[in-house]
């Protein structure tokens, strides 16, 4: 699931791109568990509205119903097909899918109100620099919610 970082940058990035993620880790796999934690979690977290949600490794949308209270919804996610199964599914009332990298966000300083991150960090080659991201990203008093796989 590991590929190379752009040319000029040694950092692997995990890639989904091509992947069966959904079927083959959510779907039918005994996750439900998991899935019903995370959406109690953000329910309980996430502020109920604002302008613009940033959900980095947003893959195929799989939480994107929580973001109801939201005028504009930004999926971010380093594979392609993801994103494209999130579409089809999601349409383009709200949404904005966006192909990039985590160490190269590309939005504008302040552009979000509230970032999620979920299952994402465990992947990071370089969390300081990918926070750095996220921080620069997120308006002053935003909000920033992140979850982490743990084993234990």
């Known amino acids: 699931m590991t590929s190379s970082a752009p040319e000029g940058d040694s950092r692997p ?20 568990y998991e899935d019903l934690a995370e959406r109690a979690a953000l329910q309980s977290l996430l502020p109920p509205s604002g302008q613009r949600l940033l959900d980095i490794g947003a893959g195929f949308g799989r939480l994107a119903s929580l973001y109801e209270g939201y005028a504009q919804v930004i999926l971010l996610d380093y594979s392609l097909s993801q994103l494209a199964y999130a579409r089809r599914q999601l349409g383009d009332d709200r949404f904005i899918y966006v192909a990039a990298d985590i160490y190269r966000l590309p939005l504008a300083t302040n552009a979000v109100d509230t970032t999620v991150m ?13 926070l750095e991201q996220v921080v620069r990203a997120i308006r002053p008093q935003g909000a920033f919610i992140l979850e982490y796989a743990n084993k234990r």
């Open 13 to 32: 990035i995990c890639n989904y791109e091509n992947s069966s993620y959904r079927t083959d880790f959510w779907e039918g796999q005994g996750r439900d």
């Open 118 to 130: 979920v299952r994402v960090l465990h992947h990071l080659a370089d969390v300081p620099l990918a």
